[in-house]
């Protein structure tokens, strides 16, 4: 068996690449992670100098082949990006980051299918298992994020889709957001303020955690990044803030916190370590204990007005109602 196989079955294509960027975001604070589904134009992340593209590619069964049909399926594409894009000019390196590990053969055969493909003037990288372990023992809060932990403390964006998916009607999502034109305004301002930490109140099925999905599409991942808190995995594992680099800006999300000690946790991270961050939040109570910690006048410097999601006019619900029976 091979050292590093028994750690696939901890993956998939998502959590294979938010371990991609929780690493690159230790080792360059300044480099920029790409999460959202859908084309990526060939970059996954790139460095905070802009000469670096990372991919991360996963497979349930990777090997050496595969590696190389990764490789040969980007290089088709990047000459084309390179003409395209501004910001592909100046790379200088490709980083193809995936869970194979490779044996003294497949180093020789790599590097023989590297030699004779045209790579678009670029270095090309494989970063398998042994090199990602060496960074994992490099970087030890995000072996534990992924490898030693049983539950994760923080998800991507495509990562708490998938969760979403799992615990609510998958189609909605398909469904453009309907009559929360009002709040998204609120979380665009607060988005662009000195604010730091934001409240959304809803009882349950009001499309609180719907709406939290809504404002991270809002979120230019040029300027920050976005992650999503597990508040029951954060609230048992009281070193969680070590797993996060705070120079880069970004903004997490906690869907239905509810927890006062993690509430004060978060807001002394963003008055300390985590000056360049924003928190939002949501509660099922308007009348939560957090909630009511943050309407403290001693935390009105930092907090915005919280939201409280209302239910959607009859209007809406008629054409909410329509879009879902025509995905459906």
């Keep these: 068996m091979q050292k590093y196989s028994q750690y696939n079955a901890k993956f998939d294509g998502c959590s294979w690449e938010s371990m991609m960027h929780m690493l690159l975001s230790h080792m360059d604070s300044c480099s920029k992670n790409y999460s959202r589904s859908g084309r990526d134009n060939g970059i996954d992340a790139i460095s905070g100098d802009g000469l670096v593209v990372y991919q991360a590619k996963y497979h349930e069964k990777p090997s050496i082949d595969t590696s190389i049909r990764d490789f040969k399926d980007e290089m088709q594409k990047i000459g084309d990006y390179r003409r395209m894009f501004e910001y592909w000019k100046p790379v200088e390196r490709w980083v193809l980051f995936t869970n194979v590990e490779k044996n ?12 004779n493909c045209g790579c678009h003037d670029l270095k090309v990288e494989l970063w398998d298992w042994p090199k990602i372990w060496s960074l994992l023992e490099d970087y030890p809060e995000v072996k534990l994020e992924f490898i030693d932990n049983q539950r994760r403390c923080f998800l991507s964006e495509r990562e708490f889709l998938d969760v979403y998916c799992k615990n609510y009607l998958p189609e909605s999502l398909d469904v453009e957001c309907v009559g ?33 999905l809504e404002c991270a599409k809002w979120v230019d991942q040029e300027i920050f990044n976005v992650f999503f808190g597990m508040p029951e995995a954060m609230k048992t594992t009281p070193s969680w803030h070590e797993r996060l680099v705070f120079e ?22 963003l008055s300390h370590d985590a000056k360049k961050w924003k928190v ?26 919280t939201c409280c999601l209302s239910r959607l006019n009859f209007q809406n ?12």
């Excluded at 979380?187 to 959304?200: C, G, P, Q, R, T």
Aim: proline letters at 2%; charged letters at 35%.
């Design 104 to 115: 003294s053969n497949d180093e020789q055969k790599w590097e023989d299918v590297v030699a």
């Design 180 to 212: 929360r034109e009002k709040e998204l305004q609120e979380f665009d301002e607060f988005l662009n303020s000195d604010k730091k930490i934001w409240a959304v109140s809803g009882p349950g099925g009001m499309g609180k955690t719907r709406f939290l």
């Design 248 to 269: 880069h800006q970004a903004i997490l999300f906690v869907d239905e916190l509810g927890d006062l000690t993690l509430l004060r946790s978060l807001i002394g991270m």
């Design 280 to 305: 939002v939040f949501s509660e099922r109570n308007a009348n939560a204990k957090t909630i009511k910690e943050l309407e403290l006048p001693k935390y009105e410097a930092i907090s915005k007005k």
């Design 317 to 328: 619900q008629e054409m909410l109602t329509e879009r879902l029976l025509d995905c459906i």
